[in-house]
């Protein structure tokens, strides 16, 4: 079945760091990928998207392009700051039946300043 | 974007009892609402597809007896943890999806069952 795989965390940086987390993913369709942040004490929230091949999805200085040939989805960040600190969970959904998310492991950022 | 609640935050119930948590969309009408499950320092795991006016669609492995859900109009749906034990202490999450919202699933802030 479909799955994802994340940098394993956690992860610790200094403010203004740069940011990299890892995500690949399997798929037998052509999935829709995400990326949601989870801060502390609150649901989950999307935080950027991309549904197809080189598409880049962006918000809030964060950024991942859909590529396809490596089947990766990274996250990046030019500049962390201590409010970036939460849990980031990479997911995917074929755009198909009942659009299930299929979520990877997560990875806790801490951003000290 | 979209308010998806739930209710309780967290709750404490002794071995063998029931327990029910209600996920509700506050601003929008979802005819589908997601259950999920997460364990500490762990992904999320969908348990459960919930359908207004239909029967749930349970994961592979996911004991539709024991995790009862009822979607009985299109803000509200409820899961019933039936005869609890420790082992099913966890992170229970919902979410709901709004087809306004090219259907984007937001997420509730989640219900902490802690069995004893």
């Known amino acids: 079945g479909d799955s994802v795989t994340q940098m394993e965390g956690p992860v610790t940086l200094s403010e203004e760091a740069f940011l990299t987390i890892n995500c690949t993913y399997t798929?037998?369709?052509?999935?829709?990928l995400f990326w949601y942040v989870q801060y502390p004490g609150e649901g989950l929230q999307l935080l950027l998207k991309?549904?197809?091949?080189?598409d880049k999805g962006s918000n809030k200085g964060f950024e991942a392009t859909y590529r396809k040939e490596t089947t990766s989805f990274h996250l990046e960040k030019g500049s962390v700051q201590v409010s970036d600190s939460a849990v980031y969970f990479c997911?995917?959904?074929?755009?198909?039946?009942?659009?299930?998310?299929?979520f990877g492991q997560g990875t806790r950022l801490t951003i000290n300043p | 974007g979209a308010v998806v609640s739930q209710h309780p935050s967290w709750v404490i119930c002794k071995s063998g009892t029931s327990v029910k948590i209600e996920c509700r969309s506050l601003?929008?009408?979802?005819?589908?609402m997601f259950w999920y499950r997460q364990f500490p320092k762990q992904s999320l795991m969908l348990m459960a597809t919930?359908?207004?006016?239909?029967?749930?669609?349970?994961e592979q492995g996911v004991e539709k007896d024991k995790f009862l859900i009822n979607h009985a109009s299109l803000t509200l749906s409820t899961l019933t943890v039936t005869s609890a034990h420790p082992e099913d202490s966890s992170f229970y999450i919902c979410?709901?999806?709004?087809?306004?919202?090219?259907?984007?699933?937001?997420f509730g802030p989640g219900t902490r069952l802690t069995v004893l």
């Open positions: 979410s709901a999806r709004d087809p306004w919202a090219l259907n984007e699933q937001f």
């Open positions: 798929a037998t369709g052509y999935p829709s």
């Open positions: 991309a549904t197809k091949a080189d």
């Open positions: 997911a995917l959904s074929d755009l198909e039946g009942a659009q299930k998310l299929v």
């Open positions: 601003d929008f009408q979802a005819t589908t």
């Open positions: 919930s359908n207004e006016g239909s029967k749930a669609t349970y």
